[in-house]
């Protein structure tokens, strides 16, 4: 489990294919490589991967091909700068929302506001695949390529969130431009709630969550 919570940013060094999927290799700050070891999680851009090798400078991972198919990681040019998040620890502080590091589509940065000193705060527009509608609503929870944010409203297709400077500057966004992909991952109790709901066959509350969010 993550926290969504970004502290630590990489570097894409390589990708390389490998039959059934892919093999990366990233370069990281020396505090985060401690926490690499073989067989650690570290969520990459929120797809949780698991460590393969690690050195005094880089550590790597193999992707699945469900992992390149529903996610950003196969795309992306060598060089990208890359959201780092190891596991959570038990006692560790729970400031995000928890996040599994499995991420369930990609969406589209749609638009961004015009910012003051060089810095977009405000309300961030993206796209979202209509399957995750249902598990999406104001207020609630969602990850974007691994970072905690807070939807501040949403339709079937689209959703929106508040960045602060604070964010912005210290994560990819920064250098985010409109029609660049993201990892999307639902709020976990969404994703059951929908569940059950769709579960139960055509429901006249689950058409109007997904189309309004929760209203009380």
Known sequence: MFTGLIRYLGTLE??????????????????????????????????????????????????SEETLEKSTLGRLALGATLHLEPALRVGDPLDGHLVSGHVDGIGQL?????????????????????????????????????ISLTV???????????????????????AMRPGDPVNLEADPIGRFVARALALRGTDEKLTKFARQGWQG
């Open 14 to 63: 390589s990708r390389s294919t490998r039959p059934g999927g892919a093999r990366l290799r990233i370069a990281a700050a020396p505090d985060l490589l401690a926490r690499a070891d073989l067989g650690a999680s570290i969520a990459v851009n929120g797809a949780c991967l698991t460590s393969i090798a690690v050195d005094g400078r880089s550590w790597e991972a193999e992707l």
């Open 110 to 146: 749609v638009s961004r506001p015009q910012g003051q000193s060089g810095v977009d705060e405000g309300i961030w527009h993206f796209s979202l695949p209509m399957a995750l509608a249902p598990m999406t609503a104001p207020k609630g929870s969602i990850a974007v390529d691994g």
């Open 152 to 174: 501040v409203d949403c339709g079937t297709d689209w959703f929106t969130v508040a960045l602060i400077p604070e964010t912005v500057k210290h994560t990819a966004l920064n």
